[in-house]
């Protein structure tokens, strides 16, 4: 089954504080169809996740279908998953995901994000996916390296992903743009095949 289930059903609390910190979670395999981490759906919280490995699972962390979710993820590794991390919440404007110092190696897809909350990646690194970063609803990247992956940044459907002050090298394809993808003109993209 999932590795961790977090839910935001504590002691009556509407909203809960739940932090991961410090974990290595090894799962079965990338086609187990299992979660590293899974945040039931329909529920309120606040999850950190700092200095963890996750690796070997379907979907790394997995937060579908959440009412009020605000996920941060800082200085952590995600390896070698089907899904690195997919988010898809719903609620205010302040939800959704904030990535800070995080490796995505080795997934099918680094993260994926859906719906029309934004996650914010800044710091980070995507290297040696088939997709670095997707994005079916708003994604930020800033500061951040995309290299050695199929495709770096690719957004589907109403997808938009704003990319500031980083760099797109030594991708098979840098950026696919079958939704939007703004430059902030500030970024080094270059070197792709």
Same mark, same amino acid.
């Given at each position: 089954?999932?590795?961790?289930?977090?839910?935001?059903?504590?002691?009556?609390?509407?909203?809960?504080?739940?932090?991961?910190?410090?974990?290595?979670?090894?799962?079965?395999?990338?086609?187990?169809?299992?979660?590293?981490?899974?945040?039931?759906?329909?529920?309120?919280?606040?999850?950190?996740?700092? /200095?963890?490995?996750?690796? /070997?699972?379907?979907?790394?962390?997995?937060?579908?279908?959440?009412?009020?979710?605000?996920?941060?993820?800082?200085?952590?590794?995600?390896?070698?998953?089907?899904?690195?991390?997919?988010?898809?919440?719903?609620?205010?404007?302040?939800?959704?995901?904030?990535?800070?110092?995080?490796?995505?190696?080795?997934?099918?897809?680094?993260?994926?994000?859906?719906?029309?909350?934004?996650?914010?990646?800044?710091?980070?690194?995507?290297?040696?996916?088939?997709?670095?970063?997707?994005?079916?609803?708003?994604?930020?990247?800033?500061?951040?390296?995309?290299?050695?992956?199929?495709?770096?940044?690719?957004?589907?459907?109403?997808?938009?992903?704003?990319?500031?002050?980083?760099?797109?090298?030594?991708?098979?394809?840098?950026?696919?743009?079958?939704?939007?993808?703004?430059?902030?003109?500030?970024?080094?993209?270059?070197? /792709?095949?």
């Amino acid at each position: 089954g999932n590795a961790v289930t977090v839910s935001g059903v504590f002691s009556g609390l509407s909203t809960a504080i739940v932090v991961l910190r410090g974990l290595k979670i090894v799962g079965p395999g990338r086609d187990a169809g299992t979660s590293g981490v899974f945040v039931e759906p329909e529920n309120s919280f606040m999850l950190f996740v700092d /200095n963890c490995l996750i690796s /070997n699972f379907g979907i790394g962390i997995r937060a579908l279908e959440v009412d009020n979710l605000r996920l941060m993820v800082s200085d952590s590794v995600i390896r070698n998953n089907t899904v690195g991390l997919t988010i898809l919440v719903n609620g205010v404007e302040a939800n959704g995901a904030a990535i800070t110092r995080t490796r995505f190696e080795t997934n099918s897809t680094g993260v994926a994000a859906a719906g029309s909350h934004t996650v914010a990646i800044k710091d980070s690194v995507a290297v040696g996916n088939s997709i670095g970063f997707l994005s079916t609803g708003k994604m930020t990247i800033f500061d951040s390296m995309i290299s050695r992956n199929t495709t770096g940044v690719k957004t589907e459907g109403s997808g938009i992903a704003t990319i500031g002050y980083s760099t797109v090298t030594g991708n098979d394809v840098g950026l696919l743009a079958h939704g939007l993808i703004q430059s902030l003109g500030n970024n080094m993209v270059a070197g /792709n095949d």
